[in-house]
């Protein structure tokens, strides 16, 4: 396993020298690729795989990668000395800019710690900022000794040029806060605060999303919720966009994706996490349909438009329906 994490360790030192050598050549041809829904997913290196003939031009990046704290990935060192490893998410950064149409937008998912560090890696590499969402988690802080506990998680959102080519104003109803009189008419738009997106927790709420293995384990820890790229896709992208995840994990990307209309590119170095894709975008499982957020946005003007299907459309006149059933 060391003799592997050292290897891998060689290849992206030898793709920060150089965009492409001869040996990338080799490794790029013989990556395996797969169909998914509307999209594809390459089994490999994204620090490699990144090259604009492979994986053409996109409008819209989800980058999660490893955060580099230790932690157990089967085909990935999480110990990197910290310069080297900002390095690399400069590399990433920049190839995807690359490769990014004019207005398209990219969200960079971090730890709060680490903000400073997000920011300078898309500054350097050619975005323009556009906002530091903070991404509230639901669970309880994180205790510390010596200052307040950790809450969330930043997700810095940046553009390629000034201006985002799509921006879908999104509104959202959530509950009322203490002391509010009246109800609102109409939502409110959705701000770089995101409260209402549940994390996937191990134990008592963990609830059905979470790919398990046979023995009930939680495949990925790191899996993101299907909710929090739904807002992503929906507000940065149109039907027939197309999104990339350099660091698919287990698809939640993908997945999304793919009932919104928009084709997609993962990328992911663990082939066991590959299977698991494409088995999660085969068998579409009742937890990973994101019908039941349809209602929650339904005071977005163009929502209809952006949703890419009439399905979910018809999944909230149901459940008004029912509602209304159940009150006679
Ligand atoms: C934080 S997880 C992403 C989780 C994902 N957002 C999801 O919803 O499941 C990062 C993933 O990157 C993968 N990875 C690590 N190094 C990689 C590389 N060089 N190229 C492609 N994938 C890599 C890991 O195997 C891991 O599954």
Known sequence: MATKKRQRQANIKITQESYIKERDIEYVISAKEYEIGLGKIMLGDCTTLLLSRI??????????????????????DDSMEPAEYWNWMKTIAQKVYDLTTEGGAIYFMQRE??????????????WVFQNLIVWKKKTSAVPGNHRYGKQYQVIAFATKGKTPRVFNRLRINPPLP?????????????????????ELTSGYFAGEEPLRDK????????????????????????????????????????????????TSVSIELD???????????????????????????????????????????????????????SLL
């Open 271 to 325: 082939l066991k996490n590959v299977n698991a894709i494409k088995k999660r975008c085969e068998e579409q499982k009742p937890s990973d349909d994101i019908g039941k957020f349809y209602a929650g946005y339904r005071y977005t003007s163009n929502l209809e438009e952006i949703w890419g299907q009439n399905k979910e459309k018809q999944f909230l006149e149901r459940s008004l329906l029912k509602k209304q059933i």
């Open 178 to 198: 203490q002391g509010y009189k009246y109800e609102r008419e109409n939502g409110m738009f959705v701000t770089d605060i995101w409260d209402d997106i549940r």
């Open 113 to 126: 710690k680490n903000t400073e560090h997000v920011l300078q890696c898309l500054r350097e590499s050619g």
């Open 215 to 262: 023995e009930g384990n939680r495949l990925h820890k790191q899996q993101s919720p299907i909710e929090l790229l739904t807002r992503i896709i929906l507000s940065s992208s149109m039907p027939g966009d197309k999104a990339l995840d350099p660091f698919a994990g287990t698809g939640t990307t993908a997945v999304v994706a793919n009932q919104l209309g928009r």
């Open 55 to 76: 994986v053409g031009t996109v409008d819209l990046t989800f980058l999660d990668p490893p955060f580099n704290q230790s932690k157990e990935y089967a085909e990935h």
